[in-house]
């Protein structure tokens, strides 16, 4: 423990300078509101096409005008003369906020005790200080999901915005109660388990959530009836589901999993998403059948079978999505959410196509989240979620330029640019002595 706390605190002190606000050639910068109008760009609006030498004022942290000829009053004028300006990315599966050094368990709270804790919050763990939130967001997202692990029922994940300096000032506004669904395989190659073991083990997990589903759906109905009951938080939220206040993220990867998950939704008035869906491509349409949103992701991973071609998952979201099903990315990753573009440049390369690749990072999650009218393309009345760009962000060589979030204009810096700074032309400031 004394080993634990000494890092610990040598991790708090390290941070200590940095927290919160991003520091440009020894200032201090923070984001900030405004009235803001980017001009004659290129604007990729994801719904409505492409617009050319088109302005955006943005004002209350909304999308006030998209045309041309707005009149700049008092905003901000930034040109953006050459630049193309889509919609903020949106990654619908992280840890961001939840971890900070994976390595030092003091900055790990993405995980609680016990197999059933769908009411443990991920929106009250994130840390809005969280070095790893900048050094994403200049990289064009603006948006993610940050996910609870463990269980069967680990948690609520939730989606914030990268602005704020508390959880609820980050809150995009959904949340989704996450199930792990029961593996019918093995854990990894690692795991020794017998057959026989495994099929065991599989058929008591899913026994144990038919019977906590069951038990929620009876918790709903005698609280439907006015009822008083005691306190049990767990069968409360997991209520929530079986109501259809919130939808039930289920996170599934094997084919035959998968097909295990739609036969165990069957019947049940809910909304489901499917999370990771690795093995998708394997039973794409009956995934397009079932009706049902997939998130899938990482793209740039190794195929789950040595078998499989080396770009397995590069193609699983391209034939999913020919298939029929609406699909949206994530990264699965904590430091490097900042890849998500590279994640869906890789789906677009090999199948899913860019305007397909870019709506599975921008408008289908906000519709599998419900907030279409909020985020995920370029329309008045919409939140300012804006990235400007000297190209497409997909492509290595493109420089973010300004990133708007929630009508805040984001300071372009984090750690690794202060330090790229700090030592691009290093002096010790000390005369070499004879």
Not at 105 to 125: S, W
Request: charged fraction near 20%.
């Amino acid at each position: 423990m004394k080993r634990y706390t000494k890092t610990f605190f040598a991790f708090l002190f390290a941070l200590i300078p940095v927290l919160a606000m991003a520091q440009i050639d020894g200032e201090f910068v923070k984001p900030r509101s405004g009235k803001f109008l980017l001009q004659n760009a290129t604007v990729h609006t994801i719904t409505n096409g492409v617009l050319q030498n088109t302005s955006i004022l943005v004002e209350d942290g909304k999308i006030a005008q998209v045309g041309s000829g707005i009149s700049a009053g008092d905003a901000e004028v930034i040109d953006c003369a050459g630049l193309v300006i889509y919609p903020g990315m949106i990654d619908s599966g992280t840890s961001l906020g939840l971890i900070e050094v994976s390595s030092v368990a003091e900055t790990v709270d993405n995980q609680e005790i016990g197999n059933f804790t769908p009411n443990m919050q991920a929106l009250t763990t994130v840390n809005p200080n969280s070095e790893a939130i900048p050094v994403t967001r200049v990289s064009g997202v603006t948006t993610v999901l940050t996910v609870p692990s463990g269980g069967l029922f680990p948690g609520t994940a939730a989606l914030i915005n990268l602005v704020g300096y508390t959880p609820d000032q980050m809150y995009a506004g959904a949340k989704a109660v996450v199930m792990n669904f029961p593996s019918s395989g093995r854990r990894g190659r690692w795991d020794r388990r017998s057959d026989e073991d495994i099929k065991k083990d599989n058929e008591k997990a899913l026994k144990e959530a038919n019977e906590f589903w069951d038990n929620a759906l009876q918790y709903h109905q005698m609280t439907e009836k006015g009822a008083t009951l005691d306190y049990y938080p767990e069968m409360a939220q997991l209520a929530k589901v079986v109501s259809g206040e919130l939808p039930l993220l289920i996170q599934v990867n094997a084919a035959a999993d998968i097909q295990s998950a739609i036969k165990w939704v069957e019947g049940k008035d809910t909304k489901v998403i499917f999370s990771g869906v690795a093995e998708g491509w394997r039973v794409a349409d009956e995934i397009a059948k079932s009706g049902i949103p997939v998130i899938t992701g990482p793209v740039q991973a190794l195929p789950t079978r040595e078998s499989d071609r080396y770009d397995a998952a590069y193609t699983n979201a391209g034939k999913m999505a020919k298939a029929g099903v609406k699909v949206a990315l994530r990264t699965d990753d904590t430091e490097n959410v900042r890849n998500l573009p590279f994640h869906a440049a890789f789906a677009a390369a090999f199948g899913l196509g860019k305007e397909e690749a870019w709506k599975a990072v921008t408008i289908n999650p906000a519709e599998i989240w419900g907030l279409e009218d909020q985020l995920g393309s370029i329309e008045e009345g919409k939140i300012a979620n804006l990235i400007v760009s000297t190209e497409d962000p997909f492509e290595t060589k493109a420089q973010i330029m300004h990133v708007f979030i929630n009508g805040y204009r984001i300071p372009l810096s984090n750690r690794h640019i202060r330090l790229y700074q700090e030592f691009l032309e290093r002096s010790l400031g000390l005369e070499k002595t004879k």
